[in-house]
Each structure stands twice: as structure tokens, then as C-alpha cells.
């Protein structure tokens, strides 16, 4: 059993930059809230009929939960991680069955005049169950498949939850917990692959639309893209130099028939030009990896042709999405303007933060905000309240803020003395990167809109509460580190 550590050690302990960037944030937030829904009937602050003053009473309530965290035993966090996992995993199944429909969703518990969303309670409990796993005896990622098994069914088990529940974005949060398997020994190749995905899917169908050798745009660069990756893999991951130099050679010597063919009014195709340089470039590493007996070449040639096909999965894969949500991918990719309908909220919202300025307007003078122009502006839109009245210097003191706290927790990560505290570290900043990222991002346009609050400022007392259990757990995992016998 852990040594026990005293409240009064403990508090000696605790990481006082987390705790003051949190109580900035929080605050600062309430009164973003209390900006984005401010009518001109003067209500107070302190109005607990309005969402700011609702919000103070789930901040009082988060600083009550953040000091009992810290009042618990070090140990109990990993001796019932598993449990935990499991209690929060069946609730989100009861919410599928008795949640309400609420905009399309049956994610959140109505308990009289609260209502909660289990999924942000998932956040935590998922975080520790993973660090319970990587703590346990000799437990290495890369030491046998299975071990790859156990962690993503962690993952992913709440994402198939929670996208039962018709919570999308919510779902998507936890697939950015790939970035912690990735710091305990996941091949980087899982991540190249997947922001290969990304790439494809997007240049895929933001140029469907234009034609380029006879062929849909989308498709013609992304077999450009997927002949560089090739020769990139090939030149720095198989570390064949000589192989890249004789792949270029073949993209030089298609390239100039191509050239000569056009020339003499000769059209091949697009389609001929791509696949069939593709085509010779892979017949030319299979050469290769038959003389050299090298895995490296026979995974880039795999790779080369996954991303073909996933490429050709792109209309399937945006079709399977509804109605609304294909609406906000096509908008967010300027594929179409519907600026009355799905791209109404992003549109206003740039113009929320590019009236701002530099310095903005000042505190409740924003127009765009008292006009109501920005639909759900205290929830996941408030980050254009802060652009309008605070203009570039609020909005850059608040990225910085936040750019600070998940480099502090990353700090904290690595000097932990355990698995444990370090993978559960890690978690967390991965919950606050993804969330951080996405929702700005939503914000000045440059992502769809998926339904992601920004982390201490928008309105809610689920996503507070969720956020508050994950960071005061982390300040008690890691205040507790040196007391610990592990």
C-alpha cells in the first residue's frame, strides 16, 4: 500500500502554475459568458437567472470538487482506475436509453433544473483506466500485439458510446489519446498515416469539382501527393538513397513522355499519367524489396496503396455522415456557401472577431455580440465574444494561457515517477489540445463545426466539471509523486 502524504505536505506540493492559469481561465470565462448573453436590461454578473451567474455557482462548485480531489488518498485513483472506467462506461450506455432528444442528441441526463453529459465525466475515467494499463508489471506497448489490443479497446470503447449517442464531436475527443500511445512507443508511422488521411480526404473533395488531364482534380493531386510521400518514405525512412534517386529518375522520365506525347497532340489521360507512373514506381520498389529483403519497402508500398484506396473511400465515408454534418465539412471546406444555413454561425463569428481590431471594442461593447448575431456565442462560440471586445490582445493572451497550461502539464508529465502519472498527464493535454484546437478552429472557420467547447469558457457545468476533475486529479498525481512507493 502507498505511504500516505499529509494535507498539509500536500498542499506544499501542488503545482501552483496550474492552479493559478486554471483560476484565470475560469474566471476570465465566466465573465466572456456573462459578455456573450449580456442584454441591455443591465443584468448583474452575479444574476443567477442569467448564464453568467449560473456559471460563478458551477465554478464555486468546481473549486469544492477540485479541493476534495486533493483530500483523497494518492492511491485511489489507480486502485479503482478499472472500476471507474467501468461505472462511467455503463452510464454512458443508461444515457443512450433515457437521455431526451436534445438538438439531435441523446447525450445529456436531465436531473430537474440541471442536466449533465456523462461523456465529459468519460474524459477522465478513460484517461486513468489507460494509465492504470501502462502501469501495470512490465507492461510495454510494443512488447506483443495484444498489449496494442488492450489499450484501443480503452479508447475507443466510449467513442462507439458516445457516437451511439448521436455526440459526434464529443466521440472524436478521445481519438486524440493516439498521441499518448504514440509518446509510450507507437510507430510514428500510425500518425503520418492518419494526418495522410486527413490530407486526402480534404484535398479529395474540396477539388472534386475541377477537371485537371481529363480527370476530378481531387484525385489527380492527391496521386501527386501520394507519388512525393513515396519517394520521401523511401530517401528517410528506408534510408535508401540510391532507390529515391532511381524513383525520381522514373517520375523525370514519365513526366518528359507525357510532354512529348502532348506535344504530337497524343493525350494519355490523367488517369494513364498518374496510375501509370504509380504503377511503375511500386513495380520498381518490389524489384527492390526482393533483392534487399526489406520490410521497410514492402510497408511503403502498402502505404502507397491504402491511400489509393482510401482515397477512393472519401465520397462513401462523407456520405455515411447526415445531412448537416456533410453541410459543415462541404462549408468549412469552401466547397459550398451557405451562409444562412450551416456556415451562418462561422460567418458571423468572423465577423464577431474581425471587427474586433487589435485592441477591440472593449468590455460589453460589442455589437455583433449584443445583437445576438452569433448563435450559441456563451457555449461553443465564445471564443468570438473574446475577439470582439478584447480584439488581437485578448485573444493572443488567451491562446497563450492555454499554450502555457498544456506545456506546464506536459513538464509535470515527464517528470513523473511512474507509467501512471506520466500517461495520465499526457491524457489530459491531449484532451486540452484537441479541445483548444478544434474549437478556435471552429471559430475563425477553419475546421467544421462539430459541437467542441473551449475548455474553462464556455457556458456549461459538465464540461467545467470535466475539466476541473481532470486537472485536480493530475495536481494530486503528481503533488503525491515523491511520496509514493511504487
Known sequence: ????????????????????????????????IYAASYDFDNA??????????????????????????LLVDDWFFETYAYPIYIGITLLLIVTI?????????????VLGPVSLQPAEFAKF?????????????????????????????????????????????????????????????????????????????????????????????????????????IILMVAFYCKSQIAARNILLIYLSCAAITAILYAFKIEPGGRIVAYGTLAITLGYIVTEMLKRNTKKLLITSLFAIGSVGFMFSTNAALDSLGQHQQMRIKVALGIEDDLRGAGYNVNQSKIAIGSGGFSGKGFLNGTQTKLKYVPEQHTDFIFCTIGEEEGFIGTSIVVILFVALILRIIKIAERQHSAFG?????????????????????????????????????????????????????????????????
Open 44 to 69: 448583474s454578473i452575479l444574476d443567477f437567472s442569467e448564464f453568467s451567474g449560473k456559471q460563478f455557482v458551477w465554478i464555486a462548485l468546481s473549486f469544492l470538487i477540485g479541493t476534495a480531489i
Open 125 to 229: 475515467a478513460t484517461a486513468l483506466a489507460l494509465a492504470k494499463l501502462f502501469n501495470g508489471y512490465n507492461f510495454t506497448l510494443n512488447s506483443k500485439p495484444s498489449n496494442y489490443l488492450k489499450a484501443l479497446t480503452i479508447i475507443l470503447l466510449p467513442v462507439i458510446i458516445i457516437k451511439l449517442q448521436d455526440e459526434t464531436g464529443s466521440a472524436l475527443v478521445f481519438l486524440s489519446l493516439f498521441l499518448v500511445l504514440f509518446r509510450e512507443g507507437m510507430s510514428g508511422l500510425i500518425l503520418i498515416a492518419a494526418l495522410c488521411s486527413v490530407v486526402i480526404f480534404v484535398v479529395a473533395l474540396k477539388y472534386s469539382s475541377i477537371m485537371i488531364m481529363g480527370i476530378p482534380g481531387g484525385e489527380f493531386i492527391v496521386v501527386m501527393l501520394i507519388l512525393l510521400l
Open 1 to 32: 500500500m502507498p505511504s500516505r502524504i499529509s494535507n498539509k505536505a500536500l498542499f506544499s506540493h501542488i503545482d501552483i502554475t496550474i492552479v493559478i492559469i486554471y483560476a484565470i481561465l475560469v474566471v476570465a470565462g465566466a465573465f466572456s
Open 97 to 109: 436509453f433515457i437521455a431526451p432528444d436534445i438538438k439531435g442528441s441523446h447525450s445529456w441526463i
Open 422 to 486: 506520466r500517461v495520465y498527464a499526457y491524457c489530459v493535454a491531449s484532451y486540452l489540445i484537441f479541445h483548444f484546437g478544434i474549437n478556435i478552429g471552429m471559430v475563425i472557420g477553419l475546421c467544421p463545426v462539430i459541437g467542441i467547447p473551449l475548455p474553462f469558457f464556455s457556458y456549461g457545468g459538465s464540461s467545467l466539471w470535466g475539466f476541473t476533475i481532470l486537472l485536480f486529479i493530475l495536481l494530486k498525481i503528481d503533488a503525491s509523486r515523491t511520496e509514493r512507493n511504487y
